[in-house]
């Protein structure tokens, strides 16, 4: 094996755990999270300001439902946005 081959080799490997251990982190931040969370603590768990969060859940780009008024976030939504967000960053792009 080359010099070539053994850095990309090397790479692919530290990537894989990159993600791997992005994605322990990712679910294990919220374990101690409700299942479904208003929008002051979506916003909290996520370290954006509520009006951010509420962009996002008006575009779409975090799923959410309203009781009334009042938006709600699951913990799964989170966690996959969180996700999202990283295979964004992994491939150069943001959501």
Known sequence: ???IEQV???TSRDIAKTQADSQ???TGLFEPLPDVLDIS???EALRV???ALRDLLR???IRGFKTGAH????KIILIDFIK???AALMKGSVI
């Open 71 to 74: 938006w709600k976030v699951t």
């Open 1 to 3: 094996m080359n010099a």
């Open 8 to 10: 990309s080799v090397s």
């Open 84 to 86: 999202r967000q990283e």
């Open 41 to 43: 603590e979506a916003a």
């Open 24 to 26: 322990k982190a990712s």
């Open 59 to 61: 575009r779409g780009k």
């Open 49 to 51: 300001p509520i009006q």
